[in-house]
């Protein structure tokens, strides 16, 4: 069956880099020494390389969240709304925690509360109503990005009142820099913590079973005793509240403060990032570093005028279309889900 | 009177907005009936949106923008059906490397061409019709005979494929296609390929929704301008239950309720935008939980076909 489809695949494989190809030569750029160029900043120039560093502390405990709801088949793509939302709660109750470590705990517990609420609300729409999930939380992003902007302007807005955010966070609750004269700071433990705890429940826990279960096959699911409705809220609440983690570990970590736009197209990179890591805890900071190092190899290069930024969201998608595509080459018999099942 | 003037123009200014979700919607709901979901039209619609407006400026006449936002929202679909249909691979994970392509394409290509220019470029868009002059009647004129031709041309493609579904050979085979592709194989369909033409004819409506919002509704193009209208159609399509003209019928409400928060936003300037601006997003997310319980969708939907054997 699949080897049939070896040559298709392949073929879509080579549409897709000779569009790419094409794309940046209509921008009046040279495919090879732009990519030579992406390469060049991210890895080789210290700013670069930092910036990378510090872009893959939220997009790993993102990338995280999404493959806890991808492997259950539940497709959360408002990891943007709720990374606001944790954001949100996390700088909201900050006047009221503790000057000390326990109030930086405290703030990214809060964080992690946030997502999890935010998420918990398309997670009650699916599993209560059986409403789809990527309507409700794509509809979720829209209303936490205005709530944010009317909180940067109103009721949260600066002191000073002349910039839309907040006041800045006490610098007791600022997460500290580990490596001293950069900006790397001690989300990056959050995020190594976090990949080992998401590893450890996805591939020894009974949880990380059950998860497996829904994703492969509901009907068997429901046979084993499992809900899948239940699952799929349960995960919701969960891969939001990881994006709500690294809402706050941003505000903690990096801007100190609230304000539009901090975490610009994480969400979708998260999607990408998951995707390419097949899912995969363990390899998911690996894959978060290199689409960090392409945003920050390309950001370099836009900003100098080479090509327009939005090149990055056409990478994304064709890496995740060469993906799929690349798996269907590669595979022998059944490899795709639901083939299998038609297959079987 | 004057309630009666407002509701004439809520109306009138509902429909209009609705006309972008109403035309992906019709198209997503052939593609949902033949058994593909595609949830990337938001990027499609991005794309055609783009093309419209590039290519009215080039040719200076919207028809000509409108022509090859279709043709762009076609390609899209192509893509997207390769993947599914051809390649057999997981639909809502394409769909999602769609929109991040329609996202990336509609972004990078403007920017290539008329971003360069700035907002200066002069969009030759469509103008409201006037039919038999009629449009000037108070309170139902602007409604009925003063819409964007694109708004005619949605409700008689609603009007059509309601027909086709109900009493055409061609209806009966998409649906089969979509409830029972076995069965259908069995009698010699080809289940690839009406799947394949549902999925091109659904991204030419999705193309044809983009170019309405860049060259109707507004007169230009905006990077993201379609503000999540691709998955409020989504949205329609389900609580149509994948009845066309139901689905045009829930876009109105989106519609709707769009225009009230524009005007609400003016008539409570105290209370801060924000709050209106989210109204068609929260409509959807109350609809999500009061209309999905019962409905049921076609039985083969976001799954692959395979000969059993």
Known sequence: ?344 | MDEALFLSGLLAAGIRLAAPIALAAIGETLSERAGVINVGIEGIMLVGAFVAVLFAVQSGNPWIGLACAVLAGVAMGALHAYFVVRLKVEQIVTGIAVLFLGLGLSGYGYRLTLGEAGTAVKVPGFRELDILGLADIPLVGPILFGQHALVYIAVAAALLMAYLFRATRLGVIIKAVGETPVAADAVGIDVDRVRFLCVMVAGGFAGAGGAYLSTAHLWGFVENMTAGRGFLAIACVVFARWNPMLAVLVALVFGIADAAQIRLQSIFPAVPYQFFVIVPYVVAIVSLAVGSRSSRMPAALGIPFARPR
């Open chain 1, 1 to 344: 069956m699949t080897a049939g489809l070896r040559m298709p695949a392949l073929a879509a494989v080579a549409f897709l880099v000779l569009m790419v190809v094409a794309l940046i030569l209509l921008a009046g750029a040279d495919p090879a020494s732009l990519a030579y160029g992406v390469v060049e900043r991210a890895l080789f120039t210290r700013a670069g390389l930092l910036e990378a560093l510090l872009r893959t502390i939220p997009l790993t405990l993102m990338g995280l969240g999404i493959a806890i709801a991808f492997k259950a088949r539940v497709f959360n793509i408002g990891m943007d709304g709720q990374l606001i939302a944790g954001s949100v709660l996390a700088v909201l109750a900050a006047p009221m925690l503790p000057s000390n470590v326990l109030g930086i705990v405290l703030f990214l517990a809060l964080g992690f509360a946030g997502g999890a609420i935010w998420g918990g609300v398309a997670g009650v729409i699916k599993a209560r109503f059986g409403g789809n999930e990527i309507i409700a939380t794509i509809m979720l992003n829209y209303v936490a990005v205005q709530m944010l902007s009317w909180l940067v302007r109103g009721p949260l807005q600066e002191k000073m009142r002349i910039i839309p955010r907040s006041d800045a966070i006490d610098q007791a609750l600022r997460l500290p820099v580990i490596f001293d004269g950069t900006r790397i700071h001690a989300g990056l433990i959050v995020a190594v913590l976090a990949v080992v705890v998401t590893a450890l429940v996805l591939m020894r826990g009974r949880f990380g079973y059950r998860l497996a279960v829904v994703g492969s096959n509901e009907h068997a699911a429901r046979y084993a005793g499992i809900s899948p409705a239940r699952m799929a809220a349960v995960v919701l609440v969960l891969s939001g509240a990881l994006a709500g983690l690294a809402g706050a570990v941003e505000v903690a970590g990096l801007y100190g403060r609230l304000q539009e736009g901090f975490a610009p197209g994480f969400g979708i990179a998260a999607i990408a990032v998951a995707l390419v890591a097949r899912l995969n805890p363990l390899l998911v900071p690996v894959s978060a570093f290199g689409f960090s190092l392409l945003y920050a190899g390309l950001g370099a290069l836009a900003r100098n005028g080479v090509v327009p930024f939005p090149l990055i969201n056409i990478l994304e998608g064709t890496i995740i279309l060469v993906f799929l595509a690349g798996s269907v080459a590669l595979s022998r018999g059944s490899g795709r889900m639901k083939e299998a099942v038609a297959d079987g």
